[in-house]
């Protein structure tokens, strides 16, 4: 082992005899590196699992290309558009939809939602995997009322549960005696929970034949045709080559700019939250400074010794700048242990809660990545490296016939 390494090593390990200070503040520059760096990559798995959990929640409910008309005029030939758009290359399937909005009554409650009918089967969304009460059936039961899956929020202010009979009206315009809306009446099968208000409080998934009777669409019209493509990386590209293709009036929308607003929410987060906690990194980083100063200070007569043995400056200034660089390591490699100490604990028990009605999930979610050790683990050290320069520079400049008789 160099000697440089083994004096800097020795330096950090041992302990000043009568002085218990310098340890304690080794201890204190320590655990600033461990806590801002175990910090950040906290921060960092936890954004990251918001946006993971968000993105899921959102692309498991909607679909990803919506194919509408500019005004409020249906599709004419929605089974044609279909089946072009299944045959277009990147794309996986595409069906016809029935949309639009209604109400929806129980025994004792009625309230305003959208009702969509889809295929018997199900829509192209991946809702199925969100049903928490009941099973995604659209079917008629024994009594031959069709299914309607509804979501969690709607089904608690109907107070409707599985089996519920639910009447569904259809008002176009302003209800009178000449204008009575269509009445149609299913029977609740599931009830899904994602967690976001705006997605469990309006929707009724029905099948798309009662829908298009409830709404009277004519066969084979539709509100629109809904998109899910094979390659999320290809959105994009696919969206932007249907808008150039689809004639007036049709227009498509990704499922991207239908909830931007929630997309710009998480991007914020993800943006921001790592900058205010990478304070504390280089906080912790900087009190080097002082500690290795202290360093120098409490070994100036060995700085002298060094040198009239025959240690040049380039050899004294090395070994406290590896003596700080010693420090950032070991409170890197303990900050990098509490945070995966932190993963399993949350991730097991769930021991930060979170109010669902505002970050649409019960508990924060974690998901480290390993690229973010890499990246804290080298912003740690070079900014180690830079806050143990300065002091290490000064012990390289001392003079060691004034420093040998320091402190008589």
């Not at 290309?65 to 072009?84: A, E, K, N, Q």
């Not at 031959?144 to 608690?156: C, D, E, F, S, T």
């Not at 420090?327 to 509490?338: H, K, N, R, Y």
């Amino acid at each position: 082992m160099n000697f440089t390494w083994f004096l800097a090593y020795r330096y950090f390990r041992g302990r000043t005899t009568g002085n218990s200070f310098l340890s304690f503040i080794k201890i204190m520059a320590v655990a600033g590196v461990a806590i801002g760096a175990a910090g950040l990559l906290i921060a960092l798995s936890i954004v990251h699992g918001f946006k993971s959990v968000i993105q899921e929640k959102i692309l498991g409910y909607g679909t990803h290309i919506s194919v509408m008309t500019y005004s409020d005029d249906p599709l004419y030939r929605g089974d044609t558009l279909s089946v072009f758009l299944q045959d277009y290359p990147g794309v996986a399937d595409a069906q016809p939809v029935i949309y639009s909005q209604g109400m929806v009554q129980t025994r004792d409650f009625v309230e305003g939602s959208f009702i969509k009918g889809v295929d018997t089967d199900g829509d192209l969304s991946y809702i199925r995997q969100y049903i928490r009460d009941g099973v995604y059936h659209l079917g008629e039961n024994e009594e031959g009322l069709p299914g309607a899956v509804i979501g969690a929020r709607l089904a608690r202010n109907l107070n409707a549960t599985p089996g519920s009979v639910l009447t569904a009206y259809a008002i176009r315009g302003m209800p009178s005696p000449l204008n009575l809306p269509q009445i149609r009446q299913f029977h609740v099968s599931g009830i899904y929970h994602t967690g976001i208000d705006q997605f469990d409080d309006v929707l009724v998934l029905v099948d798309r034949r009662y829908a298009r009777e409830l709404f009277e669409y004519p066969d084979p019209q539709a509100s629109r045709v809904e998109v899910r493509v094979q390659n999320l990386d290809e959105l994009d590209r696919i969206n932007a080559d249907l808008s150039e293709q689809l004639p007036f009036p049709y227009f498509t929308e990704t499922i991207y700019q239908r909830y931007r607003s929630i997309f710009a929410w998480i991007n914020l987060q993800e943006q921001t939250i790592p900058f205010v906690i990478a304070v504390m990194v280089i906080v912790a980083a900087f009190n080097l400074i002082g500690t290795v100063l202290i360093m120098v200070l409490e070994r100036t007569r060995d700085i002298g010794i060094l040198k009239t043995m025959g240690a040049n400056d380039k050899n004294v200034r090395s070994i406290f700048l590896i003596e700080g660089l010693i420090v950032g390591m070991a409170g890197l490699a303990i900050g990098i242990l509490l945070s995966l100490a932190f993963y399993y604990i949350q991730d097991t028990w769930q021991i930060i809660p979170l109010p669902e009605e505002s970050y649409y999930m019960s508990s924060a979610p974690v998901e480290p990545r390993w690229y973010d050790f890499l990246i804290v683990s080298a912003v740690t050290l070079t900014l180690c490296a830079m806050a143990s320069w300065l002091p290490a520079r000064v012990a390289a400049r001392l003079n060691p016939l004034s420093v040998i008789s320091y402190g008589r």
